[in-house]
T-cell receptor
Framework: DQQVKQNSPSLSVQEGRISILNCDYT??????FLWYKKYPAEGPTFLIS?????DKNEDGRFTVFLNKSAKHLSLHIVPSQPGDSAVYFC????????????FGKGITLSVRP | EAGVTQFPSHSVIEKGQTVTLRCDPI?????LYWYRRVMGKEIKFLLH????????ESGMPNNRFLAERTGGTYSTLKVQPAELEDSGVYFC???????????FGPGTRLTVL
């Protein structure tokens, strides 16, 4: 049973436009959400996170929005750049002594020059 | 500051053989995690160390997998005997705090023939 879902396997956008990557979750205990970016043959790189007490967090070109009632979050990249082309993973954790991450399957973003 | 390092980067072994993967976390990070990504699927949690103690090993597939973190520094993950379904990329991650982002290594790609 997948608790974190990234239903679109891929997304292609034009350079300079906005990229919107979506993520849904089913576990209402999740209170911390992260986005990771992954290039081939590398490990996931932390991008941005958001706590459940917030509904928005912004860091440069990256903004994450959280809608707790819908159990939905999204990552906005504006403006998109060719170097943003990678696999993006949504991850979540619940409170507790472990804080292990539960990941989605990832979305492959391609930014066309 | 050096990131999380993993060795080897690739390992190809035959079914029934033994393989040991190594992870060196970021210096000073007490929390060390092992994750695995089987081809095309999500990244899944295996286990979590706090210093040298196993905090949670609920994600370990079976008793063919043994993780250690002697002295609370580097960690090893041994698979003995390896089976075909063990093939995948094994990631190590570390963090200073439980609630924050986890920093991932580049992964070890394990292929069992």
């Amino acid at each position: 049973d997948q608790q974190v879902k990234q239903n679109s396997p891929s997304l292609s956008v034009q350079e300079g436009r906005i990229s919107i990557l979506n993520c849904d979750y089913t576990n209402s205990m999740f209170d911390y959400f992260l986005w990771y970016k992954k290039y081939p043959a590398e490990g996931p790189t932390f991008l941005i996170s958001i706590s459940s007490i917030k509904d928005k967090n912004e860091d440069g070109r990256f903004t994450v929005f959280l809608n707790k009632s819908a159990k939905h979050l999204s990552l906005h990249i504006v403006p998109s750049q060719p170097g943003d082309s990678a696999v993006y993973f949504c991850a979540a954790s619940a409170p507790g002594a472990n804080s292990k991450l539960t990941f989605g399957k990832g979305i492959t973003l391609s930014v066309r020059p | 500051e050096a990131g999380v390092t993993q060795f080897p980067s690739h390992s190809v072994i035959e079914k029934g053989q033994t393989v040991t993967l190594r992870c060196d976390p970021i210096s000073g990070h007490d929390n060390l995690y092992w994750y695995r990504r089987v081809m095309g699927k999500e990244i899944k949690f295996l286990l979590h160390f706090v210093k040298e103690s196993k905090q949670d090993e609920s994600g370990m597939p079976n008793n063919r997998f043994l993780a250690e973190r002697t002295g609370g520094t580097y960690s090893t993950l041994k698979v003995q005997p390896a089976e075909l379904e063990d093939s995948g990329v094994y990631f190590c991650a570390s963090s200073q705090d439980l609630g924050g982002a986890k920093y991932f290594g580049p992964g070890t790609r394990l292929t069992v023939l």
